[in-house]
């Protein structure tokens, strides 16, 4: 080979390394430290640039590549591979006199009391044991049956979070280290991912476990790359070449490596502190972005673990102390349905209230009339309830064996319990939605008018579900318009209300008239348009006239707009009905801003027609940011004070400005109050 041609090869070979270290080093940061030095388009960019040259060059590839996370070609079955050491469960626990217990065996046993234990959430997702030869990640198995396991390397590769080398210096790396640990999903991935399973008419998984078991046993790991897998690792097999002295030494280790581990962990403490633990980490169970289904205990002393050794199916020297389960069963006392915002009818169990971790469910969604049928749910089944985080509790499965021939299945009625219009059957993608189609349902005006006030729309404190039932019920809301055309005395007079508190609802609401382009368009509550769809297409228009009066084909073109929401919107936007909803909400003095403020309609605001004196560093904006928002609003920018300025906007280190506003009583606004009253203008 010419010359020229060698060290042109070096330099593609060093570019080809240097890219390697980088997105390693990135992915890193990404995945494990959750701290990412740059944008998901340089790193896409990077990888593209080092997937075009190994492709040319497969030479300059290697299997610690980040090319390698994508996913390999398809197996046509698992191979099996035995564990060096085999891979043990642990004892349960159940309450604190099962781990005294557990501490007076292991006292008893090693003849002494100083015992100190390493503890940490027990992840339930699916454990694997991790292979590293020199440092580099040669194979990954499944517990399997603890003796032997499946290989699944190609999919464990694509796991973001698994370090492909081991981070440090080369020369020292260990010959051999079997790193143990479970790969689980986290909560909003596992949504998501069932959210668009259900999108593509696939079966949606019960659990994040199973969604992770499912995902790791994939024959082609082009499938598991896309899914959110990630990963905490808690021990090791075998290991040549290092060693540990403690539990806790040992995660610090293997964190240097480069391994994700659990941030709750707690490293040697006494049994007192043990239980008091427990308490602690069951509060926080609920936080957690992961599903933990207990505590592990471990002796945190490698020797003294030597010294208590195994059982067959688990260590002496450890047990898992297991929390009140998230699945209980129940009895399912009738089936009622329910009117949704868009007249979407769901099926809704009523339950014989239970206590499920530490809270009490007494109804739990059904979804539809297909999920009834496909889980042969009834009337008087006992059956199996989940509830996981903050979402709505569901029956996972009726318990077959204890039915007793009594049971009555479900029928969908045929009207709407509510305004009692036909219940229509439609077909929406693969699955069947019933629909009161009857668009001034009751049911559907109270959950319209739920969705227009909530947090991410209209956010009007004050106006809870039951006052907006109320309300309805009443007559006095019969339109979204009406929201701010209440009064104070007829709010007074509802039973719910109190003088004050229906005073500072009057102020809510006129607080609530500012409101950015990407709320309002939430608050409209159109079909398949969420929060970020919201979002996405604020962003594209500058005010709502165009959003309204825009086309299929250029909501399709914003990226993240898909063609259902683009029709769904230009639908809702075309009916004459909702034209008029919104010309009458803006004609009650609601004014709606986008980055760069364009305001619609009057300019009835606070700061409409205020003289107002900036001064002072504000941390959210400039003062000319600040000055723009605020003219636009109508209002006078002064530089100095007089006894006609109405408002003083004082950021930090105001000085001299804020004294004489002071003497001369203008009425002084801090940032927080300030943003406040803009809220999301910004
Ligand atoms: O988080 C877990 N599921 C978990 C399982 C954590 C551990 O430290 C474990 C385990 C199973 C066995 N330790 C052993 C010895």
């Known amino acids: 080979m010419p010359k020229k041609c060698v060290r042109m090869n070096d330099a593609i070979r060093k570019e080809a390394r240097r890219l390697q270290k980088e997105l390693t080093e990135h992915s890193y940061q990404y995945h494990v430290l959750d701290d990412p030095l740059i944008s998901d388009s340089e790193y896409d960019d990077m990888l593209k ?18 090319t390698k996370r994508v996913g390999a070609p398809p197996l046509t079955g698992f191979q099996q591979a035995l564990h060096s050491i085999p891979m043990l469960s642990l004892d349960n626990a159940f309450k604190d006199e099962d781990v005294l217990d557990f501490h007076k065996r ?40 603890a003796i032997t396991g499946e290989v699944v390397t190609q999919n464990v590769r694509t796991i973001r979070s698994v370090p492909l080398k081991l981070h440090g210096d080369k020369r020292k790396m260990p010959s051999l280290l079997e790193v143990r640990g479970e790969v689980i999903i986290r909560l909003p991935d596992f949504l998501q991912l069932n959210k668009i399973r259900l999108e593509q008419g696939e079966t949606i998984f019960a659990n994040p476990r199973n969604a992770a078991a499912g995902s790791l046993r994939q024959l082609d790991s082009k499938i598991t790359a896309t899914r959110p897998l990630d990963i905490f690792v808690y021990g090791t097999g075998l290991v040549e070449g290092i060693s540990f002295q403690s539990q806790a030494q040992m995660l610090l280790a293997l964190k240097k490596f480069g391994f994700p581990v659990n941030p709750h962990i707690l490293p040697g403490v006494t049994i007192g502190s043990v239980l008091k633990f427990y308490k602690e980490l069951e509060a926080l169970r609920e936080d957690l972005a992961y599903e933990i289904d207990g505590m592990v ?35 399912i006392k009738d089936i009622i349905v329910q009117v949704g915002r868009t007249g979407v009818i769901t099926p809704v169990a009523i339950l014989e209230p239970v206590n ?43 318990i077959e064996s204890r039915r007793k021939g009594d049971e009555v299945p479900f029928e969908m009625p045929g009207h709407c319990p509510v305004c009692h219009s036909k219940i229509e059957k439609i077909k929406l993608d693969k699955s069947n939605i019933n629909k009161c189609v009857n668009t001034s349902c009751q049911a559907q005006l109270k959950q319209r008018i739920r969705h227009f006030v909530s947090k991410k729309a209209f956010d009007i404190d004050g106006l809870g579900n039951k006052i907006v039932d109320q309300l309805v019920d009443e007559g006095m809301l019969l339109s979204f318009a009406d929201v701010f055309s209440l009064e104070k005395e007829k709010l007074a007079l509802l039973d719910r209300l109190a003088q004050k508190s229906a005073f500072n609802l009057i102020q809510a609401i006129e607080k609530s008239k500012i409101i950015s382009l990407r709320r309002f368009v939430y608050a409209l509550g159109i079909d398949h348009t969420g929060e970020n769809a919201a979002k996405l297409i604020s962003e594209q228009f500058s005010n709502l006239s165009d959003i309204m009066e825009t086309s299929e084909e250029r909501l399709i073109q914003i990226n993240g707009i898909g063609p259902e929401t683009a029709s769904s919107v230009c639908r809702f936007f075309s009916n004459f009905e909702n034209q008029m909803n919104i010309k009458n909400i803006i004609a009650q003095g609601v004014i709606l801003t986008n980055d760069q403020p364009i305001i619609i309609e009057s300019f009835e605001n606070i700061f409409n027609n205020k003289r107002i004196v900036l001064t002072g560093t504000l941390q959210s904006m400039t003062r000319s940011e600040a000055k723009k928002i605020l003219e636009n609003l109508g209002a006078d920018i002064t530089s100095s004070i007089s006894s006609k300025t109405d408002f003083l906007i004082a950021g930090e280190q105001a000085g001299s400005k804020l004294e004489k506003a002071e003497k001369a009583g203008v009425q002084i606004l801090d940032e927080t109050r300030f943003t406040a009253m803009l809220k ?3």
């Open 49 to 66: 640039k080092l997937i075009e040259i190994e492709e040319n060059f497969p030479e300059f590839s290697s299997p610690d590549s980040p």
């Open 106 to 145: 292991i006292v008893k046993n090693l003849n002494r009391e100083d015992i100190l234990y390493t503890i940490e959430p027990k992840l339930d997702g699916v454990a694997v044991e991790l292979k590293y030869e020199n440092g580099i990640l040669v194979q990954a198995i499944t517990r399997g049956d």
């Open 297 to 331: 205990i471990k002796v945190d002393d490698i020797f003294f673990q030597r010294q208590l050794g195994e059982k067959i199916k688990s260590p002496r020297w450890a047990i898992a102390y297991k929390f009140a389960a998230m699945q209980k069963t129940t009895l």
């Open 356 to 398: 499920i971790g530490g809270a009490m469910v007494s109804r739990a969604t059904l979804h539809n009339e297909d999920e009834i049928k496909r889980k042969d749910i009834r009337i008087g089944d006992i059956a199996l309830v989940m509830r996981a985080g903050d979402v709505i509790p569901k029956v996972v499965k009726i």
């Open 680 to 682: 999301d203008y910004l």
